[in-house]
């Protein structure tokens, strides 16, 4: 096998990655440690459950949720590196899969057009890649893009008529600060009674409350978990949410 693809077993479920850059090493190799409360919603869905991995990266997630519990997952990713790894990722994944993936190279938010993601540091598996603005999602200060990248813009709710997709019963969230924006273009969805569970990161620098619009569906807040650094500690002011109704 080469080099650089790493089979890994997490949480039981054995899964296969690319893992070409320093970056992406790490991402496998303490996979259990980044988001282990995701891995324990997940763990705790019923089989073929409908999951929207909404800002899915290099797919760490979806494919977990894909190959542990046999999840029907339709992973959004606008950025170009971290969409081409998913995609490598679940090419490497394809006999372990039950149903493959549905991934789609857009940008969820509350307008269709043309956008641009900001990246901060240029390259796959990493972080900082901001929709149609150079601002730290944590700290709100501005930037110098390594790199900026014209990218697709959908509403979810017209990209799932579209596109004829089946409707989400576990929502997950992870977009750098356009949470906001990924909602409002989802309130038929969010409406819908078959979503039960919403899984966001907010910070408390967001400028909005997606935390009310939720609620305003009908979700309550159940679990507040503050977002782990892999280097030590916590995000300052940065949570993941699990929302339920």
Request: hydrophobic content about 40%.
């Amino acid at each position: 096998m080469s080099e650089d693809i790493l089979d890994i077993a997490a949480r039981g479920a054995n899964i296969r990655f690319h893992v070409g850059n320093g970056r992406l090493r790490v991402w496998a190799e303490r996979y259990e440690e980044i988001e282990p409360e995701l891995l324990d919603l997940v763990d705790a869905l019923p089989e073929g459950t409908v999951l929207y991995d909404v800002g899915a990266s290099i797919g760490l997630f979806s494919l977990y949720a894909a190959i542990q519990r046999g999840c029907r997952v339709v992973a959004f990713e606008p950025e170009a590196q971290n969409y081409a790894t998913l995609e490598l990722n679940h090419f490497l994944n394809r006999d372990r899969l039950k149903t493959p993936l549905t991934a789609l190279n857009v940008a969820l938010s509350d307008e269709a057009g043309l956008g641009a993601i900001h990246t901060r540091v240029y390259g796959a598996g990493e972080h900082g890649k901001i929709l149609d603005q150079a601002v730290a999602q944590d700290t709100k200060e501005r930037f110098d893009p390594a790199h900026v990248q014209s990218v697709l813009k959908q509403r979810l709710d017209d990209l799932i008529v579209l596109c004829a997709l089946p409707p989400p019963q576990v929502l997950k969230v992870d977009v750098d600060g356009a949470e906001a924006a990924v909602l409002r273009g989802a309130e038929k969805t969010l409406r819908s009674p078959s979503l039960h569970t919403v899984f966001i990161e907010l910070s408390d620098q967001s400028g909005s409350d997606e935390a009310a619009m939720l609620e305003g569906h009908g979700f309550r807040l159940a679990e507040k978990h503050p977002v782990v650094r892999l280097r030590g500690g916590h995000y300052p002011g940065l949570f993941n949410c699990v929302f339920r109704r």
